[in-house]
């Protein structure tokens, strides 16, 4: 199984550029995320979706939309990019309410590296 | 304030070393709490959980839970060269619906 797999691993964009982000899980999952990281900052929640047609803010969402394209694709677009948004994304999936007993956790893709100029 | 909390690090000890790493949290609605370990360039992977108070042990891994002063322990006994990552802890919040991470801590353990 390849899990969750996220497109592109890396990627340059000029301010003002837009681009999406592509995340995809075989995993069957309800519940997709997609985080950003930054030195200092560690793992930060931009938007989830707890189901299938559901989409909700998470700590730091100003900037980004997503889409629940179906249960197995979550994508996230930067519409305006600006520098501040130079960060590694990961997008993740899990069974609903992961709570890491039962093995029920969180999966996350292996990032993708965004810089912007 | 982040509602986890932990000491970025970066952590060094030698080969061998019982390893602390800690975390505090504000949510007192928290009650799983989760230690991930991140590799260099790749995704966090779970490590292990407690619930509630208390420890839970496994090899050569220790969870241990303070709610009375919200405070997350993870320890590393007999560290070795392949622990050397980052570790983060976390919680399940918003009605268990996502899950908040501290900033982790980098732990590089010398040869």
């Known amino acids: 199984n390849a899990g969750v797999t996220q497109t592109p691993k890396f990627q340059v964009l000029k301010t003002g550029q837009s681009m999406t982000l592509q995340c995809a899980q075989d995993?069957?999952?309800?519940?997709m995320y997609w985080y950003r990281q930054d030195p200092g900052m560690g793992l930060r929640l931009i938007y989830y979706?707890?189901?299938?047609?559901?989409?909700d803010k998470g700590e730091v969402p100003n900037g980004y939309n997503v889409s629940r394209l179906n249960k197995r694709e979550f994508s996230l677009r930067l519409e305006s990019a600006a520098p501040s948004q130079t960060s590694v994304y990961f997008c993740?999936?899990?069974?609903?309410?992961?709570?890491?007993?039962?093995?029920?956790?969180?999966?996350f893709g292996e990032g993708s590296w965004l810089t912007v100029v | 304030q982040k509602e986890v909390e932990q000491d970025p690090g970066p952590l060094s000890v030698p080969e061998g070393a019982i390893v602390s790493l800690n975390c505090t949290y504000s949510?007192?609605?928290?009650?799983?709490f989760m230690w991930y370990r991140q590799y260099s360039r790749k995704g966090p992977e779970l490590l292990m959980y407690?619930?509630?108070?208390g420890n839970k042990e496994d090899g050569r891994f220790t969870a241990q839970v303070d709610k009375s002063s919200k405070y997350i322990s993870l320890f590393i006994r007999d560290s070795q060269p392949s622990d050397s990552a980052t570790y983060l802890c976390?919680?399940?919040?918003?009605?268990?619906?996502?899950?908040?991470f501290g900033t982790g801590t980098k732990l590089q353990v010398i040869p």
């Open positions: 979706s707890a189901s299938e047609g559901t989409t």
């Open positions: 976390a919680s399940p919040s918003g009605g268990y619906q996502k899950v908040t």
């Open positions: 949510n007192s609605a928290f009650q799983y």
């Open positions: 995993m069957n999952h309800n519940s």
């Open positions: 407690t619930y509630s108070s």
């Open positions: 993740a999936s899990s069974e609903a309410y992961p709570t890491g007993s039962s093995g029920n956790t969180i999966y």
